[in-house]
């Protein structure tokens, strides 16, 4: 991988990657080829879409198939999902999936109402981590209220390749994270949450990656987010970090074509 990284390293320099997006959201439907444009001419080579439910499948794999050059599919269900069919399409489509994802905890009162509904969704998402590690890939997690007992769960699981987006747990929970190796993404909506400056100070560069969570997490409440809006993550990084998001830009790509290793190919060229 080090080789590898090394050749490419002229190729990735001046290139972002959107790690997490929703790019099969309706609100895409009638442009999607417009945001996609718009996103490469800023230099976004690719970006991770991953799924939330079973019935959103067929349509990450059909945008994949549509845009070969630009969109890596995930699949997984969260946070709390009939998972009954999930084994077999995993099996059909592991070796195209860049992650499974998103899949993760979830214990706000909307998704957790009952106290069983936890132990749900840990078996949910444990059966997953474990799919992934069954096919080698890595995940794309989501845990929302429930920072503490996903990196528990992953570290009892033996999970080594995870990506956590847009993080809301303590940062001292998500070095006990970077400790086991995982990375962080962090989306457009940081510029409108200064009590995340903590976090992104905290965290390691060498443990971070870029992402959107399009068409949710924008700069601008309310309004849609697109994977050309990664360059604000980029910018408020590399200025909680004091650094030149030239830095940034490298070091988060560089991270991302680790822990997502199918992303080579959109640097073949
Ligand atoms: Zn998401």
Known sequence: MAESLSILQSSYSSCFIDAHSHLTDEVFDKDIADV??????????AALVVSENEAQFNKVISLADRFPEFVLPCLGVHPVQDIENVAAILERHHERLGAVGEIGLDFTPRFCKADDDKTTQKLVFTQQVQLAQKYDLPINVHSRSAGRPTIALLKELGASRVLMHAFDGKPSVALDGVRAGFYFS?????????QKDKLVSQLPLENII?????????????????????TISCDYIATVKKIDPKEVRLITTQNAIKLFPKLVKFFAK
């Open 210 to 230: 870029l992402e959107t969570d399009s068409p949710a997490l924008g700069p601008v409440k309310e309004e849609r987010n697109v994977p050309a809006n990664v």
């Open 36 to 45: 996609i444009a718009e996103a490469q001419r800023i230099g976004v080579k």
């Open 186 to 194: 962090i989306p457009p909506s940081i510029v409108r949450s200064q």
